[in-house]
């Protein structure tokens, strides 16, 4: 390779220019250093967390970290970001300009990343200009989608507790029919537990050698009206059963509904950087000296090309 480098007569070249190049990487250097400090570019703070999703109910076939990083992009959240901060003066957006909102929304993603790891947490990384406020957006983050969250689970529960609430409705009104039902059973029949009457009824009509008139009644009524009795009672218990188990149900999704759980369970906690992420102070320089000396050697190659064209054709 060095070969081939020197017989092109790119050696010969970066030796003769190599002043010049020196003279052009130390002035891009210089230039990169001064364009890289506050003065051109603000340092940008990151301030991280990671957290664990819990108390989330699955949807559908996504993780529970999956969901969590969902929540965290959810435009809700960003809402409540932007308002809490308000984020359009921080980033200098009009948003009542044109695609004001939408270069809003373009800062955002840039400075708020969120993402899943391999081991189902997921990572936070906000920067902002200020080590403080990054790391205050970082924990109000959290806040909002553990308010989103719950939020999302109480509409849900809301739902659960009025489909409950309505089903016992529905089975108070078929115990008060049925409790009508028996209630008529009584006062037109005199019946009132089939079993306890049937026996009673049994051993009056045996003792009497069935010359009582009232058990001989009764035990006509219980002939016509038995079964139904048995039948609605039979009902009545069931359905009292299982008012019972809604209710239990009902209880314990009203009790859903009122519970201040959270959703994230912050495994590192989010403190205020004491170094810059951005801008790499160092790497520019690097990358704007070695870009330049790129260039200058290109220019001179052609430069040289064009003088040497132009001897020769004299």
């Known amino acids: 390779m060095s070969e081939l480098f020197e017989q092109s007569g790119l050696l010969k070249i970066a030796r003769k220019r190599l002043l010049h190049l020196g003279i052009i990487g130390v002035a891009a250097a210089v230039c990169g250093f001064i364009f890289s400090g506050e003065t051109f570019i603000k340092p940008r703070f990151k301030s991280m967390a990671v957290v664990y999703p819990v108390n989330i109910i699955p949807y559908s076939s996504e993780t529970p970290s999956e969901q969590l990083l969902q929540l965290f992009r959810s435009t809700d959240v960003r809402e409540m970001m932007v308002r809490r901060f308000k984020l359009e003066k921080v980033y200098g957006i009009d948003t009542s300009a044109k695609a004001g909102k939408a270069r809003l929304l373009a800062c955002y993603e ?3 990343e969120v993402r899943k790891t391999e081991f189902e947490s997921v990572q936070i990384y906000i920067y902002d200009t200020n080590p403080d406020s990054a790391c205050a957006m970082v924990k109000s983050l959290i806040t909002f989608v553990n308010l989103k969250a719950r939020s999302l689970q109480r509409e849900k529960t ?8 309505g089903q016992l409705q529905q089975k108070q009104m078929q115990i008060d029919t049925m409790e009508k039902q028996m209630q008529l059973l009584r006062q037109n029949y005199g019946l009132l537990d089939y079993k306890s009457q049937a026996r009673e009824v049994t051993r009056g009509i045996l003792k009497n050698d069935g010359r009582n008139a009232k058990a001989d009644t009764l035990f006509k009524n219980l002939q ?11 009902q009545l218990d069931q359905l009292r059963k299982d008012f019972g188990d809604v209710r ?6 009203l009790s859903d509904l009122t519970k201040e759980l959270t959703y994230s369970n912050v495994v590192a906690s989010p403190y205020p ?13 690097a990358i704007a000296t070695g870009s330049a000396l790129f260039l200058g050697f290109l220019l001179f190659v052609l430069l040289d090309s064009k003088r040497n064209s132009a001897t020769h054709a004299a």
């Open 158 to 165: 809301l739902e659960v507790v009025n489909i409950f609430k």
């Open 248 to 253: 239990s149900e009902y209880d314990r999704a």
């Open 224 to 234: 016509i009206k038995g079964g139904d009795l048995l039948w609605y009672s039979d």
């Open 273 to 285: 950087a004491d170094s810059k992420s951005y801008p790499v102070r160092w790497l520019i320089v």
């Open 110 to 112: 840039e400075n708020v």
